[in-house]
């Protein structure tokens, strides 16, 4: 009859109970693991150098501590630590190391595993600079770092985990060829898969992450127990100065590398240094303690920082005289991005073609990037030497910014740097950035540099807030997210030199204020480390405003003044520079 319910037959409900019984098995059997794995995890810990699981559940303290650590939590972690380490046999004996002078900075020493007849060259005091080559990021900050530390004066070592050769530099190894091909996976085909990529580079560095990598860090100690662990070492990767910690240095330094506050960047127990008041308020807020955090400024190398004011001043005296607006556009370390950055060289064409726009390009050391590049520019019209050129040498790179310096404008519209090997393909940018109206890029740790920028698509969500921070700063747009977006971006510039001057008055503002000077900040701390008359500035703060700062009449440059252009590089004030303004510097205004 209609609407009448018939009875489920004999082998509907054989089928349902078992279904029931699966799910209940298949519960049981996860739950059994995770009690398994969460047993294991007291044992994983016992013998660390330090307490992870205490400094993050400290939160703010006083009835605002954070979560401790749940059996889940600790399954987790247990065999996320199992897959990094795949049965790799822990071991506490110091690899020997030997260090010689770099090929490409002059007194600049570099570290590798030491070999049976390799004398190399003895270093008393070092100022050790650590980073990872995981794209091209972690080094060229690197490099940043111990150009401050050469300038200083100071015996500055370069020390890369992954040029000490041993199985622990292979397990990092297996992890960055996984996070490139990540990379370059979101970026190529986007969508449902950028969109998941974006999600796990911004969402998965939480405590648990941390907990991860400081488990990874107590099998990689061996790549560090080879220095003197009583010299302080500045880490440009979090997984640097958590091996250091867990090694035993006495005194480390992590630069916290973008804009995007994650547990899994913060190094308990070593002063981690930040570039901006966004990431020191909320590192604070997740309950890293204010003696272990501080506001640095950018990483950025000191041949930029030293003469960001000057180059900002050409840029400017070009915009007035109408010159054609020179793009760099670089591509990352993993070597993503190349289906955009095509699309972008291809919709500049008819710009390049008018002579409004040049274009730089560094492809890296990556072929199949110079390769898409020089199909686009075939596609174009374009050939070598006809239309563009091709720079392959680093001595090539210093010649091109040579001419430009003297004021000579490229033979081509286009100029494409493309290299066989690694070190001049992170160089180059941080050249040819002098010498460029506007670095187009995607918001990595060049979103912090001093010139104008055009910020570019991002490969992963993190990257998100970089882009943010130079916006707010005035010498960064907003992300584009398009082709089109950009181009109208280029052509406002082209159109509307007012934009592109405010840009370059709000670098020279910010270097006024120190902006720049996060590696200067971070060695002369750790020179004051070696010395032993380092101690924390926010502990023995006696001020609660700016005011009461001002007032003193202390930690400002040229009194006042210098605490105005503080404000005004955070955005506490606004100082108007419009198309008429008569001053090209805040020295001028200043004065009159």
């Known amino acids: 009859m209609k609407g009448c319910w018939a009875a489920p037959s004999h082998a509907t409900m054989k089928n349902i109970g078992r279904s029931i019984t699966a799910v209940v098995v298949i519960g049981l059997s996860l739950l059994f693991f995770e009690n398994h794995q969460a047993a294991k995890y007291a044992a994983l810990t016992a013998s660390n150098t330090f307490d992870i699981d205490a400094y993050v559940t400290r939160g703010l303290g006083r009835g605002f501590e954070n979560p401790p650590i749940s059996d889940f939590d600790k399954a987790k972690v247990v065999t996320l630590h199992s897959l990094s380490v795949l049965g790799h046999n822990k071991t506490d004996a110091p690899i020997p190391l030997a260090f010689s002078p770099s090929p490409f900075v002059p007194n600049l020493h570099i570290s590798k595993a030491k070999e049976v007849s390799s004398a190399g060259v003895s270093l008393s005091k070092p100022l050790i600079v650590g980073t990872i080559r995981m794209g091209f990021g972690h080094h060229r900050i690197a490099y940043a ?35 490139s091909k990540g990379s370059r996976l979101a970026s190529e085909l986007g969508g449902l898969i950028e969109t998941t990529w974006g999600g796990f580079t911004s969402k998965s560095g939480d405590a648990n992450a941390l907990r991860t990598a400081y488990q990874l860090a107590e099998v990689l100690k061996p790549l560090l127990k080879g220095l003197d662990i009583n010299q302080p070492i500045i880490a440009t990767h979090s997984l640097v100065g958590l091996t250091a910690i867990a090694a035993g240095f006495k005194n480390v330094i992590n630069l916290v590398i973008d804009n995007h506050p994650q547990w899994f960047l913060v190094v308990p127990g070593a002063l981690n240094l930040v570039q901006g008041p966004k990431t020191l308020g909320k590192l604070l807020r997740m309950g890293v303690p204010e003696t272990d955090v501080r506001l640095a400024g950018h990483w950025v190398p000191s041949d930029l920082v030293k003469n960001a004011e000057a180059d900002s001043l050409v840029r400017l005296e070009r915009v007035r005289a109408g010159a054609p607006l020179r793009i760099l556009l670089p ?8 289906r955009w950055v095509s699309q972008l060289l291809e919709a500049l064409g008819p710009l390049i073609t008018k002579g409004s726009v040049q274009v730089i390009i560094n492809a890296g050391d990556h072929k199949h990037m110079r390769g898409a590049f020089e199909e686009v520019l075939e596609r174009m019209g374009m050939k070598p030497n006809d239309g563009y050129e091709v720079v392959t040498t680093i001595e090539g790179v210093h010649r091109f910014c040579s001419e430009r310096r003297n004021a000579t404008e490229p033979a081509h519209g286009v100029t494409l740097f493309a290299f066989d090997t690694y070190f001049p393909a992170v160089a180059a940018t941080d050249l040819l950035s002098r010498v460029s109206d506007v670095l187009a890029c995607k918001p990595s740790e060049l979103a912090f540099y001093p010139l104008p920028k055009l910020m570019l698509r991002r490969v992963g969500d993190h990257e998100a807030d970089s882009a943010l921070r130079a916006n707010e700063l005035g010498e ?6 398009e082709v089109s977006e950009a181009v109208s971006w280029i052509r406002l510039m082209l159109t509307r030199p007012a ?11 910010n270097v006024g204020a120190g902006v720049y000077d996060g590696c200067k900040n971070a060695v002369a ?23 009461e700062m001002e007032d003193a009449g202390e930690h400002t440059v040229e009194g006042g003044r210098g605490l105005r252009r503080m404000m005004e590089a955070e955005g506490e004030c606004i100082v108007s520079f419009d198309a008429s303004s008569k001053y090209e510097t805040l020295d001028e205004m200043d004065s009159a």
């Open 525 to 547: 701390t750790a020179l004051e480390m070696q010395k032993g008359t380092y101690s924390s500035w926010d502990a023995s703060s006696k001020y609660e405003t700016l005011d």
């Open 499 to 509: 934009y592109l001057r405010n840009m370059n008055k709000r670098v020279i503002a």
């Open 145 to 179: 770092t111990a150009s401050w530390g050469i300038d200083s004066g100071s015996e500055t070592l370069f020390h890369d985990l992954l040029a000490v050769e041993s199985p622990e530099a292979g397990l990092i190894k297996r992890t960055d060829e996984l996070y």
């Open 476 to 481: 960064g747009t907003e992300e584009m997210r």
């Open 331 to 338: 591509v990352g370390g993993a070597g993503a991005q190349r």
